[in-house]
């Protein structure tokens, strides 16, 4: 069984090549999470690093500081999120949280093929918007670092502190 302790987000990738089929398993694991209402309301665009053309251009999205070490990933992704429901065109207030959950499927797809995930809030909405031509309606949720971890990236690393049980969830019991 995957053991999700394993995952972390590595700030140096190995910068090696992944098979584009390596890839695509990755991302069909997104497919198959739960969204409200199955509306799947999620979009994936992809730059392979053998692409060095597609890649170069979603580097140059992201923020400064993560430009340093995502250009060393295999593949960079965006996430975008449909805000509207396909089935009565109404707000979906769950786009961004299925979203998120579609990128969870895919952290595991990946650490079962011992390669990492790294999301990222750092890259500039409007560059991302122009470079993907979003129609409007969809929104760019994440960019997202694929990649192997190079060597000496382990997930004990000293940030990754995690909050103790009690402060996470808590248990009701009846009288
Ligand atoms: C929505 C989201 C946005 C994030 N944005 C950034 C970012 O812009 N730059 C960065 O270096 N890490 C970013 N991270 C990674 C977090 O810092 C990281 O997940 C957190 O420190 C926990 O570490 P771990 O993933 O190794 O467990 C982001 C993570 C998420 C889920």
């Known amino acids: 069984m995957t053991d999700l302790r394993n995952r972390f987000s590595p700030k140096v990738f190995d910068k090696s090549v992944i098979e584009e089929t390596n890839v695509t398993s990755i991302m069909e694991a997104a497919s ?17 690093r053998q692409d060095e053309q597609a890649f170069s251009s979603f580097v140059k999205v992201l923020t400064e500081s993560n430009q340093e070490w995502a250009q060393n990933a295999s593949a960079l992704v965006f996430s975008v ?3 509207e429901r396909k089935r009565d ?14 990128v969870a499927h895919m952290t595991i797809a990946a650490l079962q093929r011992d390669i990492q995930i790294h ?5 500039v909405a409007a560059d991302c918007r122009r470079l993907l031509a979003l129609p409007s309606g969809f ?10 971890p190079a060597e000496g ?22 009288d």
């Not at 929104?139 to 192997?148: C, K, N, S, W, Y």
Request: glycine letters at 8%.
């Open 32 to 48: 198959w999470a739960p969204s409200a209402y199955n509306e799947q309301p999620w979009l994936f665009h992809i730059a392979l």
């Open 81 to 83: 999120a449909r805000r």
């Open 89 to 102: 065109g109404l707000k979906n207030d769950y786009a961004f949280y299925d979203t998120g959950q579609a």
């Open 119 to 123: 999301q990222m809030q750092g890259f």
């Open 139 to 148: 929104d760019p949720v994440t960019a997202i670092a694929i990649g192997r």
């Open 153 to 174: 990236q382990v997930v004990d690393m000293p940030h990754r502190v995690r909050k103790e049980n009690a402060e996470v969830f808590v248990i009701h019991r009846g």
